[in-house]
Structures are given as C-alpha cells and as structure tokens.
C-alpha cells in the first residue's frame, strides 16, 4: 500500500504541468544506512553523489593516491551510476545540510554535534576535512587566510 502512494505521489508530480519540469534529487541511503541507487521511480530524479563528495575532499586536502579517482568523479561517477548506457543522473557536491558546512570542512577534523542533543553520534565519522593545523575557530591570521583560501578554491 505504501509503495502504491509513493508512485502516485511521483506520477501525480510527473503529470502537473507546472511541475512537471522539476528536478528531484535523492539521498541515496535508506534508513538502515545502505546505500541505494536508482530507487525512486521517478525519471526527474537525481541522486547526491557522496562518493564525489568524499573522493574530492580527500583529493582537496592533499591525500595521497587520490588524483587517479577524480576523472571519474568529474564525469559523474559513471562507475557506479551508469544505467543503460546513458549519461548518469547524479548530483556531484561537496557539503550539503548534513555532514560539514564549507567553513566547518577548514575549521575541524572531527564533528561536534552536540547542540541538537544526539550526543555527536549523527552525522559521518569520516568528514576528510583538515583544520589547517587548529581545531575550531582561531585567531591566527596565517591559519584564518589560509581557511578562507581553501573555501574559496572550490569556487574556482
């Protein structure tokens, strides 16, 4: 029953003219935490691509042996969101609502979510980000440029 009124939700989406040009995107993980491609039934879908994510942050920090993964990021991850031979519907990104903001991607290399009273277990573990040498806000002027230097470079 549940599936019959989700694909109505999405053909009734479809079927509105003044929707009907809409671009949905998806967050690829269920509730259980397993990584799902493709699952909406809907052709306007698109879904958020974490491995671009994860991969460029890596590459943007300067780990080591990612440079090779970034050409296959740049085209949308085909590796894994290929379908039928078509072009892949993915949305690459690097910070979103969940995870690191752009500043907090420069400013920590671990997360503190405490404020929302979850205990700091929501959120990924694994955020590849690199506080420049200190953790949280600062008032050394070298770290602080070289923080609004590196949020700027993914502007570029």
């Known amino acids: ?28 993980w269920d509730c259980g935490g397993l990584y799902k491609l493709g699952d909406f039934p809907s052709k306007n879908t698109f879904t ?28 949308g991850t085909p590796s894994i969101y290929k379908e039928n031979n078509t072009f892949p519907k993915s949305i690459n990104f690097i910070t979103s609502h969940d995870g690191f903001t752009l500043k907090d991607l420069v400013t920590f290399n671990r997360k503190y979510n405490f404020a929302n009273r979850e205990q700091n277990r929501d959120g990924d573990n694994h955020n590849n980000s690199w506080n420049h040498g200190n953790e949280g806000p600062t008032t050394n002027l070298l770290i602080k440029d070289l923080r609004k230097r590196q949020q700027k470079k993914s502007y570029s």
Do not use: V
């Open 1 to 28: 029953m549940r599936r019959l009124i989700i694909l109505q939700f999405f053909e009734d989406i479809e079927c509105e003219p003044e929707l009907i040009d809409i671009k949905l995107i998806s967050e690829p």
């Open 48 to 75: 958020w691509n974490g491995h671009f994510r994860d991969d460029l942050r890596r590459f943007w920090k300067g780990d080591k042996d990612t440079a090779w993964n970034m050409s296959d990021k740049i085209k």
